[in-house]
């Protein structure tokens, strides 16, 4: 039997982190750049030193999260890029507020302060943007994140129950490969149909974020611990650098590229 093709399954980014995630159909990647449209905004939870005009990485602990606030799960948002604009949505209530602007960023917050559980705010709610070149992401280099559904499909398995994908919250969603092939391709090359080539760099280690229902936001599973019982660490997909830009479209197929750059399928 011949193995599946490889493919892109799914696409998403998350304009604003720790928020809702939005389904795209297409991204126009930039070599040496981060996922279009992705971890733009943040929330810092209480002062967290970042200074918007001169951006470093923090710890995602400096902002709210679902690792930490689950309930982020049970806001509804939508950004729209043209206008920047960030709508906010939970029990009938809703907030839209212009992000360029101090009292559109002053609508969210104040949003966010009146719905999210005061036990869960270290401080004051306060929306941070990223500049060009930078973007808040978990890891200093996370520029795109792949899941292989197999291996959620795997952990389902051993949990004995159905496991939203969602709760990974990754750029890119494959199908094709068995269960973990991706955890050992860090270094190795992914070209694309229509030439867009992606370089694995590293492992994703999994936190607490991902127990919570990214519907719901109940802390329902323990998925951390389920990997950690299943295969001695809490790895699940991968990050990628951008190697050669281009259009990545949903249901486009994929291969591995070997060693000396020649593409054959994985």
Same mark, same amino acid.
């Not at 795209?24 to 002062?47: C, V």
């Not at 030193?49 to 690792?67: C, I, N, V, W, Y």
């Not at 559904?149 to 094709?176: K, M, T």
């Given at each position: ?13 998350? @304009? ?23 971890? /733009? ?7 967290? $030193?970042?200074?918007? +005009? ?20 049970? *806001? ?5 890029? @043209? ?12 907030? =839209? ?6 009292? $559109? =960023?002053?609508? #969210?917050?104040?949003? &966010?302060? %009146? ?12 929306? &941070? ?9 978990? +890891?200093? =280099? $996370?520029? !795109? ?5 197999? +291996? ?6 051993? *949990?004995?129950?159905? #496991?939203?994908? /969602?709760?990974?919250?990754?750029? &890119? ?5 068995? %269960? ?10 992914? %070209? ?7 370089? #694995?760099?590293?492992? *994703?280690?999994?936190?607490? $974020? ?52 020649? !593409?054959?399928?994985?």
């Amino acid at each position: 039997m011949m193995p599946a093709p490889l493919r892109v399954a799914a696409m998403y980014r998350y @304009p604003v982190k720790g928020l809702s995630p939005q389904p795209i159909r297409h991204a126009d990647l930039a070599a040496g750049n981060y996922f279009p449209g992705d971890r /733009l905004y943040a929330i810092e939870n209480g002062p967290s $030193g970042f200074d918007e +005009s001169a951006p470093a990485h923090l710890p995602k602990t400096r902002f709210l999260t679902l690792m930490q606030c689950a309930a982020l799960a049970e *806001i509804a948002s939508r950004y729209n890029d @043209p206008d920047q604009t960030l709508t906010l949505h939970r029990d009938g209530e809703e907030a =839209r507020g212009d992000l360029s602007l101090p009292e $559109g =960023r002053a609508m #969210v917050e104040d949003f &966010l302060t %009146a719905h999210l559980p005061a036990d869960d705010q270290r401080g004051a709610l306060r929306l &941070l943007a990223a500049r060009d070149g930078f973007r808040f992401t978990d +890891s200093r =280099r $996370g520029f !795109v994140s792949l899941v292989n559904l197999a +291996s959620i499909a795997a952990i389902e398995d051993w *949990i004995g129950g159905p #496991v939203d994908p /969602l709760r990974f919250r990754a750029n &890119l969603y494959v199908e094709g490969w068995p %269960a973990w092939v991706e955890l050992g391709l860090v270094g190795r090359t992914l %070209a694309f149909a229509r030439g867009v080539r992606l370089r #694995v760099t590293k492992r *994703i280690g999994r936190c607490a $974020g991902a127990n919570v229902d990214p519907r719901s936001g109940r802390r329902d599973l323990y998925l951390p611990r389920t990997l950690m019982t299943h295969l001695d660490h809490a790895d699940c997909g991968v990050y990628c650098e951008v190697a050669t830009g281009g259009r990545i479209d949903e249901g486009e197929p994929f291969a591995l590229e070997p060693d000396d750059g020649a !593409v054959q399928p994985a």
